[in-house]
């Protein structure tokens, strides 16, 4: 799938997670990312690849957030759970969603760990901060928002790492179960 087409579709799922948060609609982003997860996955030139993104990214993403949660350094209103996760099915939703973007419009990013890392300390929180600005997420106490972000941005940095680590072990699987192991040797 083209660099293009992975970033829309993932940032329209975005989209649609969290402005139908909290609404009568808001299973429908949880839906329409799965299903934009599947067809990404079924047009892929690698589907291992981006399966085995996908599985990796939703875990983590529940890791990651009910961590986050558990810290106090998001929450979410009752109004916005969908699930019986302290992170909600739509926020499990947006890390689906992400994972698209990896082996396509991010993979020089992943291929390097360290500016995985970087990707993640600053983007993890600047993600975070436009949800909160909509509306289904709060990011800690009002007057310790900077801590807050530190540790999004550190949990963030570790995800993309291990996102980074996976992506090149799902790679190198992809292109020994096409060779036969060839290429290992």
């Known amino acids: 799938m083209s660099r293009v087409v992975s970033f829309v579709g993932a940032q329209i799922c975005w989209w649609a997670c969290v402005l139908l948060a909290g609404t009568a609609f808001g299973v429908v982003g949880v839906v329409m990312t799965v299903v934009w997860v599947a067809l990404h996955v079924l047009r892929s030139p690698r589907p291992r690849v981006d399966l085995g993104l996908a599985v990796a990214a939703t875990v983590l993403g529940v890791v990651v957030d009910s961590g986050l949660v ?7 209103p009752a109004s916005v ?68 972000l530190v540790a999004i941005g550190v949990a963030w940095a570790l995800a993309m790492v291990a996102l980074s680590v996976l992506h090149g072990h799902f790679t190198r699987d992809d292109v020994d179960a096409v060779t036969g192991g060839a290429a290992a040797g």
């Open 81 to 148: 759970r969908l699930g019986p996760l302290p992170t909600p099915l739509w926020m499990v939703a947006l890390w689906t969603g992400f994972s698209t973007m990896l082996d396509a419009t991010l993979r020089p990013v992943v291929m390097v760990w360290w500016r995985s890392a970087l990707f993640g300390l600053v983007g993890g929180p600047l993600s975070y901060l436009g949800g909160a600005r909509i509306g289904p997420i709060t990011i800690g106490p009002a007057s310790e928002q900077g801590p807050a």
């Open 70 to 76: 558990a810290v106090d350094a998001i929450a979410f």
